[in-house]
């Protein structure tokens, strides 16, 4: 569990959960999805991430990161979608969304988390994004003068300017999308879900993934047991209204 000590002390004052999130955010997708599957009410703070909203003063002394999701339950600050739905279903046990293996359930949301910044951000921004969030000369001092995770600042100066995604970032990124999805196709053959026949947060933490790749044009044919996975979402309120009500279509945002 990730919990951050926020400069803004006012939202140390908030009641009840609170999400700062973004509409095409993949991450924002496994929280709003959890919370819409767990029956919980929730105060929506959308942040348009197109127009750089969360590059802020204010947003930045919420999440140190200033990125989506951030979960303000009572007052206590989550970062890390991850960790967040798993707080989720363990404060708010019912419906359960735990596997009988908690432990393998846990790894795939350790390995969702993993590969965000190494393989899906690349890409997507490679795709599609880059070129929607083209940050100004000022945004981008704006940026860097509020952006302390090393890491991240790394990423982003990958499109700063006029620099853009080569084509050995987005090799990488498809050999790390490649193995894990690989992985997928094989936990659910025979399966109706990631971890057997129980719907998971397994489940939660891998499906926006798909939606938002899949939107970037990534090839899923040869992968059948995800496209039969992927196609029984359709039918669950949590995708509908987590996912599709925010974002209906990934390749036009």
């Keep these: 569990m990730v919990v951050v000590v926020p400069k803004d002390k006012s939202v140390e004052s ?47 002394a919420i999440n140190p990161n200033g ?22 279903d363990e404060k708010y046990p019912e419906p359960s969304l735990r596997a009988v293996d908690n432990e393998a359930m846990l790894e795939w949301l350790r390995l969702a988390g993993s590969i965000h910044v190494p393989a899906v951000k690349p890409y997507v921004y490679a795709t599609i994004i880059a070129k929607k969030v083209k940050k100004t000369a000022e945004e981008e001092k704006k940026y860097s003068e509020l952006q302390q995770n090393e890491e991240l600042k790394r990423f982003h100066s990958k499109h700063a300017g006029s620099s853009q995604f080569g084509s050995d970032d987005v090799a990488k990124a498809e050999a790390i999308l490649k193995d894990c999805f690989d992985k997928l ?23 926006p993934l798909h939606f938002v790749l899949i939107g970037c044009g990534y090839p899923f044919e040869n992968y059948p047991n995800i496209t039969r996975w992927a196609e029984a979402f359709r039918e669950k309120q949590c995708f509908q209204e987590g996912i599709i009500k925010w974002c209906p279509d990934f390749s036009k945002v």
């Design 185 to 207: 196709e094989v936990a659910l053959e025979g399966n109706d879900w990631v971890m057997g026949d129980t719907f998971t947060l397994a489940d939660i933490s891998w499906i």
């Design 14 to 60: 908030l009641e009840g959960l609170h999400l700062y999130h973004g509409a095409i955010s993949n991450c924002s997708m496994r929280v709003r999805m959890t919370l819409i599957e767990k029956g919980l009410d929730w105060t929506s703070h959308h942040l348009d991430l197109k127009k750089k909203e969360n590059i802020s003063d204010a947003y930045f």
């Design 67 to 88: 990125l989506v999701p951030t979960l303000i339950d009572d007052g206590v600050v989550h970062i890390e979608s991850n960790d967040i739905i798993d707080y989720l």
